[in-house]
């Protein structure tokens, strides 16, 4: 699957707020929400329909918490494969 860069402006927030505001159909403000949409708009037009927002950013980005919960699953899973018969 290509990967695709996408570079926010703040000139095209502004001129894309309406649009943002309809689409949201949400009165909560989050700094985050012009990012999703600038992403949402490319994949439309990379003819990708669906975007699932996963928690794999939550790894990779940060959260020190969820990597080493990811850890000690993988260390548990590897120590209960050598208690497995042959």
Partial sequence: MPFHDVELHT???ASAFPELVYQRD???AD???FGYYAVMKL???HGVPVVRRDRWRRIVLGYEWVRA???ESYRK???QEKLLPE
């Fill in 77 to 79: 899973a590897r120590s």
């Fill in 43 to 45: 994949a439309r037009e």
């Fill in 26 to 28: 949400d009165p909560i």
């Fill in 31 to 33: 700094i985050s929400g």
């Fill in 69 to 71: 919960a990811a850890r």
């Fill in 11 to 13: 000139s095209e927030m």
